[in-house]
């Protein structure tokens, strides 16, 4: 299995609260994604990143922001949730090879996220 | 805009069927595409992925498919056992993204 551990696993919060989800990798992968999956719209890229500092949006990525100081770790920030924010999220990561093999992307076991 | 879709959205067989997933998509420009398996509560496991310019490949009881031209993707599982039970997805690759189909839920029973 590829090294990737997403922290917390579970959180409950509060509309209105901060609240930040940890992606960290052991594989030096360049790429690294933030996704949500949510009943009946399937998984949904929020923001990836390219390389240490470099970020872009996905598709849903309003209400969320991202950093990326370190190869390693991947922070996905809420900067003040709300209800339509629960969710699972997943981190995934990969490598950039034109379309070949090392382009697969391998998938962190996810965060629940409720937010009351 | 890239869209994907997945028929069955779910799918029952007796063990032992050989079975096929179906993903289609609106854009032949795409680098990949990626099958992945999800059990639940669990997160995505890669099994295949088929660069644009294969038509097919190939880890076990499991052969995908792709035809850019006309915008499909096929799995085939072979010898379906209690064990394939979950839900499969399909992933059109473009430049370092993925877009998802919604998956389909397999079932298979003893």
């Known amino acids: 299995d590829a090294g990737i551990t997403q922290s917390p696993r579970h959180k409950v919060t509060e509309t209105g609260t901060p609240v930040t989800l940890r992606c960290h990798q052991t594989?030096?992968?360049?790429?690294m994604y933030w996704y949500r999956q949510d009943p009946g719209h399937g998984l949904r890229l929020i923001h990836y990143s390219y390389g240490v500092k470099d970020t872009d949006k996905g598709e849903v990525s309003d209400g969320y922001s991202v950093s990326r100081s370190k190869t390693e770790d991947f922070l996905l920030t809420l900067e003040s949730a709300t209800s339509s924010q629960t969710s699972v999220y997943f981190c995934?990561?990969?490598?950039?090879?034109?379309?070949?093999?090392?382009?697969?992307?391998?998938f962190g076991p996810g965060t629940r996220l409720t937010v009351l | 805009k890239q869209e994907v879709t997945q028929i069955p959205a779910a799918l029952s067989v007796p063990e032992g069927e050989n079975l096929v997933l179906n993903c289609s998509f609106t854009?032949?420009?795409?680098?990949?595409l990626q099958w992945f398996r999800q059990d639940p509560g669990k997160g995505l496991t890669s099994l295949l992925l088929?660069?644009?310019?294969?038509r097919e490949q190939t880890s076990g009881r499991l052969n995908a498919s792709l035809d850019k031209s006309s915008g499909r993707s096929t799995l085939y599982i072979a010898a379906s056992q209690p064990g394939d039970s979950a839900t499969y997805l399909c992933?059109?690759?473009?430049?370092?993204?993925?877009?998802f189909g919604q998956g389909t839920e397999l079932s298979v029973k003893p």
């Open positions: 854009d032949s420009a795409i680098y990949n």
């Open positions: 995934a990561i990969s490598e950039w090879s034109g379309g070949r093999v090392a382009d697969t992307q391998y």
């Open positions: 594989e030096n992968h360049r790429y």
């Open positions: 992933a059109v690759g473009g430049r370092g993204k993925l877009i």
């Open positions: 088929i660069q644009s310019s294969q």
